[in-house]
Structure formats: structure tokens, C-alpha cells
């Protein structure tokens, strides 16, 4: 630089006068120190302020304002001079107003940072500073001059880094998500931009400021949703639950928005919840994902129906001609004509039909459990002699195989279950049948009880097998897979265990087994304890009692003629018994108006009418109205005088009629 150029630049005049200076100024020239010092405060992020604390008469100027209002006037007196200080952060309330009472009584100058929240939730970060003076002497009115700055950037992120619980929050707002801030002191809540962006907005859609737009989101929530998100907040705050809430809100295009809403209260060093703070998430697309996984779901539900219907039909259609093949061919061995080659042939057709007959007969077992057509009769039972009896069923077959069968019921003949008899027993003999039909030569299979945690009986079957490799263990229970054993001479159709499976979670019970290759395996089953039977324990109080049944008569509604034969021979010696039979319920609804009964006793097994029907049916009939109504198995519908289990015992049956029989003359 020359030396003449340095010598101009030093003879510049200093831009800003001194206090001294002033009055050596020309009027211009004094117009022109305003301007440029009202220049140099009304930046971007300063505004300059004037209050008259007694009148009221207030002045704003600068950009800032109008980040917080149209109307500079409206935003000085929400965040300055106003009374209630609506934009201001409900914490730094107070001590706006207590300095704001200090400088209007007393002067003097002030420099104090709050925080403010714009009219779409955002929170910023204020300075405001300057002084009070007297315009006429000492005790002359007041007036407050200040400028005020926006400070956010450089103090927002020291505030949050000392606040832990908000720093999720600041991270969260990174992602899309909403946050919203409800002080429970003033009870106002801030929604920020996020939260208007999922209905949306792109800021608060109403003009004001965002604790009066609560009233708008609450509009936009589905009325059956709001409810259940009103009682989520009241117990977080009140009760300390957890607070995790999803409801449905209006979307501004019509659509509905799917939202979950969580959040944490703080508290003061009282335990006093002072605010809770939170984040809201956009989750419809995962909503409509799990409602289209839910509608596939009932569609393959409803297809695995349909295939079941199809297979329990096809089973019964199956059998028919497959008995027919059985039946003629085991005649045409009785030829005494045949020579040994065809009689073997005609051998052969027999064992491949009883083969295909079992298969049928499994497919259609699994059909009817799919299909829910199978439903346990679940009665008190002891496991111990059902075991015992499948123990003598399965001896023949051990001894064919050369297996020792062994059943330890290590002292728990006595134990009570609640099953089906005869579905438990074929899940024994499944299991058990198994592991003497894939056991080694000259093998073991030890059948025993042993007590598991929580009241459970768990029945373990051993064998010493070629036991089943780890990497074959999830395909155990699948149907029709016998896990390589198709390709061996022992004959299967790989729906045993499947079945022994389905119908042990179809009583309560549960299946599990352990095994090591090489070494054998241990299938069981648990079922929970229960006490024995009340009636058993009544008659074995007096075990020499005789049973008499009362004078009755008796319309058993009943279609197997199995069952019709044990009540004919439970009766039998008893005369005084009436004994009546009807196939079906409209022959005994016939019968019951034509002749004179005491008591129907109605299987719930029989078909065409169910015994919530013919019981409404007898009871509306001032025929039949006094006729008892006695119901055999499960029926949860009607609502009858007595109940029997299926294979009801005569004591049970003594003490029904004694109940129902009408009183002698």
C-alpha cells in the first residue's frame, strides 16, 4: 500500500460518534447516526423494542417479530409485555415476569435468555436485553428500551446436552418422527413440525400458537380412538404405567394415519410429574402390512379347511371300496380250490389293501382334528391303567421284534388326569408302538411316570433306537414324513407322531421328545395333576353300598346301538325303570307328547337337533314342560336339569334319576 493511499484511509471519519460528539452533529448527520445504528440491530436475527410499562403503548421493530406473528405488536406482547406471555416456554415464564417487575419499578438495565415456540411448535432460543429510563425525573413514568436476539443455534444444543432424557428426542427428530412436549403445570402441549407433517402440514394449520392448536389435533383423532389414548396419558402420569399408545388420526387428503405415540414424564425433586415428553411415530405402512399378513393368514386358514373338508371326505369315500377289496378277497382265500401262487397273490392284495386302509384311516384321524371335527370328551381318568392296558395291546408286537416292553409305574397308579380315555390311549400306543417297531433287536422299551414342576405328570417312553439325528429334529411331527425310514421293511404311513401330536395340545397336555443318534430317544407327554373325582371319593367312603334307582320313566334319545346296550344291561334288574328309545330328535319330541315321561336323556353326539333345541322345544310345550332333561357329553349351549359324562357309570347314573325322578305318591 502507498503511503498516500494509507494516509486517505486514516483520514476517514470513525463511523459511530462519541457521546461527546453529539452535539457537534448536524441535524443530518444525527439522522444518519440513527439509521445506521438501527441498521446495524435490525438484522436477520434482531429485532429492537420499546414498552411504556404504565400506558402501555409499545413499539417492535425488526424481522425477528415476525417469526413469531404477523403482527410485530401481537408477538412483543407474547413473548415481552403482554400478561400471560402465551409464547413463552411455560418454565421461563416467571422469570420474565419477575425481571420485567424489577426494571419497570426500580430501572436499571437487564440481559436474560428464555425460550419461545413459534406458531408451529418451534422452540427457540431468545436474548433480550437493554434498559429502563425515566422520561420525567426521578419518579417520572418509565420506559423500557431493548433489542432482542435469536440466540437458538448457539444455545439449544448446550441446553439438551445437559438433558439426557432430551437427547433421544433431538436424535429422534432426525428420522421423520414428531415431537410434542405437554407441560402439566399450565396443561399446554407443543406439537413441533414433525408432528403436522404426518396429517399433512407443513406448520400448525391454525393461526395461533401451538398450545390452542391441541384442540384441532384432538379433532382430527377417530372418536373410538381417542378414549383409549385419553386413558393411556392419565395413566402414564397418574399410575406410572408405561406410555405407549397407538390411535388413527385424519390425514388432510381424507386418508387415515396410523400413529404411535410414547413418551416419559418428568419429575420434580417431590415426585410430581411436571411434564411429559415424547415422540410420535408414523407406523400405517406397518399396520397395513399386518393386515394384509392377517388377511393372508385367514386365507390360508380358510384354505386348510377347505383341503381338510376335502380329505375328510375323500377318506370316508375311500373306505368304502377298500373294505369292499378286503372283504371279497379274504373270501376268495376261503377257496379251497386256489393254488399256493394265487393264494399268496390274493395275500399280498390283502396286506397292500390293510396298509392303503390304515393310511386312509390316518389322513381321515387328521382330517377330523384340522377340521375340528374331533373335539376330546375330557373326563378325570387314570393314566396308569390306560397305560397298563396299551402295555398288554403292544406285547404280541414286542415279542414279534424281540423287544423287552417294560412299564414302571414307579407309585403313581393312583394319579388323576383330566383327558380323553381313548384319545390319550391312542397317543400311548402311537408313542409307544413306535418305539418297539424301530427299535433295535434284543432292544428295551421302559414305559414310567415321573412328577415334573408346577403339578405335572409327565409320561416318558424309552427305547434304545437308532435314535434321530439333530438335523432331522424339526421335521419329527410333520405328517406322512418318516424321516427316512420309507426306504427300511418296517411298514408306516409317517402320521403317528403328528397325530400323537395334535391331539396331546387338543386335551391340554404337551409332547416333547430327546433324542441322540445311536443311542435311542424319550418321547413324552405331560398332563396336569388333578384330585381324584368327589363322587369316586363318596363311594368309596362306602364301597358295600347297594344302588337302587328310583321309579321313573325313561326316553333315552340315543343313535349307536352300542350305547343303547350299556343302559339296557346298567337297567336291567332294575323294573322300576321305564327304559324308552328314540334314534333321533324328532321321533322323541313324538314320543315325549305321546307318552307319559319323567326324564329324556339326550347324547349330545346324536345329529339332526342340537340339545339346546329340544330342550327349548320341550319346555314350550305345556305337553312336555315337566319332563327332566338329562344331557349326555358336552354342551355348552343348552342348559339341562343334569349332565352325564359319555361313559357315565351307574352310581353316576343312580344319582341323576334320584335327582330327576318325581317324588313317589
Not at 396410523?258 to 415428553?277: E, I, M, T
Amino acid at each position: 500500500m502507498s503511503e498516500s493511499s494509507s494516509r486517505e484511509n486514516c483520514d476517514l471519519p470513525l463511523q459511530l460518534a462519541a457521546p461527546d460528539e453529539l452535539d457537534g452533529l448536524t441535524p443530518a448527520e444525527l439522522a444518519r447516526q440513527a439509521a445506521y445504528l438501527q441498521s446495524l440491530l435490525l438484522d436477520a436475527d434482531c429485532g429492537v423494542w420499546e414498552w411504556h410499562p404504565r400506558s402501555g403503548r409499545q413499539r417492535a421493530q425488526g424481522a425477528l417479530w415476525s417469526v413469531f406473528a404477523d403482527d410485530t405488536q401481537a408477538a412483543l406482547s407474547g413473548l415481552c409485555t403482554g400478561t400471560e406471555l402465551c409464547m413463552v416456554h411455560s418454565d421461563d415464564r416467571a422469570k420474565l415476569l419477575a425481571l420485567r417487575q424489577r426494571i419497570s419499578s426500580q430501572g436499571g438495565s437487564f440481559d436474560t435468555t428464555f425460550r419461545a415456540f413459534d406458531s408451529s411448535g418451534q422452540l427457540y432460543w431468545l436474548r433480550i436485553w437493554g434498559r429502563s429510563i425515566s422520561v420525567d425525573g426521578e419518579d417520572g413514568e418509565r420506559v423500557i428500551i431493548g433489542s432482542c436476539a435469536d440466540y437458538t443455534e448457539a444455545l439449544s444444543g448446550r441446553f439438551l446436552s445437559k438433558l439426557p432424557g432430551e437427547r433421544p428426542l433431538q436424535t429422534l427428530a432426525g428420522v421423520s418422527d414428531g415431537l410434542w412436549e405437554w407441560d402439566l403445570r399450565a396443561d399446554e402441549v407443543v406439537l413441533d413440525k414433525g408432528c403436522w407433517a404426518m396429517i399433512g402440514f407443513e406448520q400448525c394449520p391454525v393461526d395461533t400458537v401451538a398450545r390452542t392448536a391441541l384442540a384441532h389435533w384432538k379433532s382430527r383423532m377417530l372418536p373410538e380412538d381417542f378414549p383409549r389414548a385419553e386413558q393411556a396419558f392419565r395413566d402414564h402420569v397418574g399410575e406410572q404405567l408405561p406410555l405407549d399408545v397407538e390411535f388413527r388420526l385424519w390425514h388432510r387428503d381424507g386418508g387415515i394415519v396410523w400413529v404411535r405415540c410414547r413418551g416419559q414424564a418428568q419429575r420434580n425433586s417431590d415426585g410430581k410429574p411436571v411434564r411429559v415428553l415424547g415422540v410420535l411415530q408414523d407406523i400405517t405402512g406397518n399396520r397395513e402390512a399386518l393386515l394384509r399378513a392377517e388377511r393372508e393368514l385367514k386365507q390360508l386358514r380358510q384354505g386348510n379347511a377347505n383341503r381338510a373338508d376335502l380329505l375328510f371326505s375323500l377318506s370316508h369315500e375311500l373306505r368304502t371300496p377298500l373294505n369292499a377289496i378286503l372283504g371279497y378277497s379274504q373270501m376268495v382265500e376261503l377257496d379251497q380250490s386256489l393254488n399256493p401262487d394265487q393264494r399268496q397273490r390274493l395275500g399280498e392284495i390283502r396286506r397292500a389293501g390293510q396298509h392303503l386302509l390304515h393310511l386312509v384311516g390316518d389322513v381321515l384321524e387328521l382330517a377330523r382334528i384340522d377340521s375340528q371335527r374331533l373335539a376330546p370328551s375330557m373326563e378325570p381318568m387314570q393314566p396308569a391303567a390306560l397305560v397298563a392296558d396299551c402295555k398288554r395291546l403292544l406285547e404280541p408286537l414286542a415279542e414279534t421284534r424281540r423287544v423287552s416292553l417294560i412299564f414302571e409305574p414307579l407309585g403313581w397308579e393312583s394319579a388323576y388326569i383330566c383327558a380323553d380315555p381313548v384319545r390319550f390311549k391312542q397317543v400311548v400306543l402311537n408313542l409307544a408302538g413306535n418305539a418297539v417297531k424301530y427299535n433295535r433287536e434284543n432292544g428295551r422299551v421302559v414305559i414310567n411316570f415321573a412328577p415334573q414342576a408346577e403339578g405335572w405328570l409327565r409320561l416318558s417312553i424309552l427305547d434304545t433306537g437308532k435314535g434321530i439325528p439333530e438335523e432331522k429334529r424339526a421335521e419329527v411331527f410333520e405328517p406322512f414324513n418318516r424321516l427316512g425310514a420309507e426306504k427300511g421293511q418296517i411298514e408306516g404311513t409317517g402320521v403317528g407322531l403328528a397325530i400323537a401330536k395334535r391331539l396331546t395340545e387338543a386335551m391340554g397336555g404337551r409332547i416333547d421328545f430327546d433324542s441322540h443318534e445311536d443311542q435311542g430317544s424319550v418321547f413324552w407327554i405331560e398332563f396336569p395333576l388333578i384330585d381324584a373325582p368327589m363322587e369316586l371319593m363318596q363311594l368309596s367312603a362306602q364301597p358295600s353300598a347297594a344302588i337302587k334307582l328310583p321309579p321313573c320313566r325313561l326316553l333315552q334319545i340315543e343313535n349307536r346301538p352300542s350305547a343303547i346296550e350299556r343302559l339296557k344291561s346298567m337297567l336291567r334288574g332294575s323294573s322300576q325303570v321305564q327304559h324308552l328309545v328314540a334314534t333321533d330328535a324328532v321321533e322323541a319330541i313324538f314320543t315325549a307328547r305321546t307318552q307319559s315321561l319323567d326324564i329324556i336323556v339326550f347324547d349330545c353326539a346324536v345329529p339332526g337337533m342340537s340339545a339346546a333345541d329340544v330342550a327349548r322345544i320341550l319346555r314350550e310345550d305345556p305337553l312336555t314342560e315337566k319332563i327332566r332333561f338329562v344331557i349326555v357329553g358336552k354342551c355348552s349351549e343348552a342348559e339341562p336339569d343334569a349332565a352325564l359324562p359319555e361313559e357315565f357309570e351307574l352310581a353316576q347314573l343312580c344319582r341323576v334319576l334320584e335327582r330327576c325322578a318325581p317324588d313317589p305318591a
